[in-house]
């Protein structure tokens, strides 16, 4: 379904209307200070051109113009910064169930990729005792002899079975179990795929499901399922071997949660890559959940607060960073807020997908690993961290680091599609370049480096945003 030019406008005015509310969030409050000063700016130039009363000079009214589109532009990019952009895919009015698995394939794809590429960082945590992937069949499975068509044929006659029977009978339960006793033959052990759902989260569990997928898949014959669509294809093997797509309580966001969360690893392993870290040992995605704003505590208060035991001295930092690391991340209750006036009702600051992460390197490498973190494009924080040295003779300044980042989701009520963003982003550059090029407007271009003080256009116009 494709929504009309009325409707997106409609939306982006919605959106736009919600904003102001919904940018109360703690959670990233940097951001969202850049966006109220960015606000600020915008209104008050605005509210500077409607008392001029009367006719201005035209270079007067230009210079307004030219600074208003400035502010214009930078709003829209924070509001994309920000990530509260939703892809066509996830939008409730044009969703693609399809699109969305395949951005679980696409993840899938990176880290495999990642993992066979020999640069650092190095993921152990994708190996055998972490999320499982592997690279072949089973070797008890290839010893057998078992050709790979006689027993993905024996599942779907099995599975036929299993339609037809009383779910309450023996004889279910007996098929069921010799079901899934031929799935881990083939690497598809749903015992395993618990296991990993308990300790690595939902997301590492569809990840690790759908590398066992893929080998069973491409070990068939390329004309196995003769003229089947690719749709049909992938419904009846997801079904054949129970493939399970992590998906939200609402039913509103449904996949779009874990996306971002899967967006959001991928930041991080490209940022630890970026500053050479040398290897990720373990990473657990916890569910997506709302987040609130709580008030840091004074550098007095945390200091005060002991440290754990086996932690060393971590005096002078959030106890959020001291928690104990086999609960729960904890990100405030309603009511927290300011000393806890709100309501014990009171709305999310923003839904967080935390994920928790275990990684080796320099302290230099380390350190800067971590500021990319806390200022990436994605709204990050970190809500854990604990840093000790690695005692290692071949391995100077060497640190482990445990930490939680929580990486925003959604912000509540703010529903933004790519279109209107980039839309509105482009035409406050267009206008910039058509102001710069007239009395008033000229000086503030040539400041801002888009033009020289001839007048020539010194970067090129954006080309307009195609019409829907």
Known sequence: MKIPDSGKIVIGVIGAALLIAGLHLGLYKKRADEYSQSRTRHSAVMGQYAQLGGARPLN???AFRYANMSYAEEYWKLIRDLGVVIPDRYFPLTKDERAQRQDFWDLLAYLEKHRNDGLKPNPFFLGAQGWDLATTLPQEFLRSGVNIVDAVEKLRNDNEVLKVLDASSALYTQTEQNY????????MNLDRIDQIRAQYGDL???????NRLRIIREALPANYFGSLSEEQVEQQLYELFRIEFPIDPDPVIAMFPYYRQATNLRQLIDLAREAEVEYITYVRMWDPRDSFFTEPPTVAAATATAAPAGRGNQGGVDPRFQQDWDEEPDFGEPGSRGGGNQSSAAAADAKGAPMQVTYYAT???SMEFLDQVARSRVPMELDKLAISEVRDPGAENFQKVDMVVNGLVLVPGLFFLPDNVDREIVKAIRERYELGVKAGG???AVKDGIMDGNGTILVPSPTPFPES
Request: proline share 0%; charged share 10%; aromatic share 0%.
């Open 363 to 365: 302290n230099a490498s």
């Open 60 to 62: 007067e009214i230009n």
């Open 180 to 187: 899934s006793a031929a799935l881990a033959v083939l690497g």
């Open 204 to 210: 590492a569990a569809t990840v690790h499901s759908l």
């Open 442 to 444: 000229r000086d503030l």
